[in-house]
């Protein structure tokens, strides 16, 4: 019984591990942009962009097009529709924040794709498991916030993150030499 239970691990570390390689792989390859000419940020969890594009290709290929057949520099603050979706793009253009006047948040409905088109910005990324709970989760708001000390990246046009909600995130800090960005950002459904 015992050589049966470790044979079983063994088979199920090797099955996570080839999925883990297949996520890499289809991350690296970025067929799913199709033709976009942003890349995603290397913080992204491949493995979990990979299994929510699949549960959801139709969103995820209409905010990807959004993103491809917009002017994004043209775009007025405010929110857009996305055609044939439910999907909403929140563009703003504001100053962003010392580092202790932003704070930590996480979503446990939606995945926020983020994307600087103009200036730059500083975030801070953080697993959600390992973050201190500060406001516990408000399901209205689709909100909770932390304390941690994650890394911090420094965002600019060209590369989008993405923030599922296992990541604790900390956006629109100030960046060196920029006061201010201009920012799109689309909630997209996170599936269980």
């Known amino acids: 019984m015992r050589k049966l239970s470790l044979l079983l691990l063994f088979i199920i570390a090797t099955c996570a591990a080839f999925a883990q390689t297949d996520a890499q792989k289809w991350f690296k390859a ?3 942009l199709n033709g976009l ?10 493995a979990e962009f990979a ?3 699949a549960a959801n290709k139709d969103q995820w290929d209409k905010a990807f097009a959004y993103l491809k057949n917009t002017d994004l520099d043209k ?6 529709p996305i055609e044939g979706t439910d999907l909403f793009a929140s563009v703003t253009e504001s100053p962003t924040k010392d580092f202790d006047k932003t704070l930590w948040e996480s979503h446990r409905k939606v995945i926020d794709l983020q994307y600087v088109i103009q200036g ?3 975030i801070s990324v953080f697993p959600v498991a390992k973050a201190k ?15 941690a000390e994650g890394t911090v990246y420094t965002a600019v046009p060209g590369t989008f993150f993405l923030f599922f909600p296992s990541d604790a995130h900390r956006p629109s800090i100030k960046a ?10 689309i909630k997209i459904k996170y599936i269980q």
């Open 30 to 32: 970025r067929a799913y």
């Open 37 to 46: 000419k942003l890349v995603p940020h290397e913080s992204t969890d491949a």
């Open 51 to 53: 299994r929510q594009y």
């Open 75 to 80: 775009l007025a603050p405010g929110k857009y």
């Open 120 to 122: 730059a910005e500083k």
């Open 133 to 147: 709970v500060t406001v516990p989760y408000d399901e209205a708001r689709d909100v909770a916030r932390y304390e």
């Open 176 to 185: 060196d030499g920029f006061d201010k960005d201009k920012k799109i950002v």
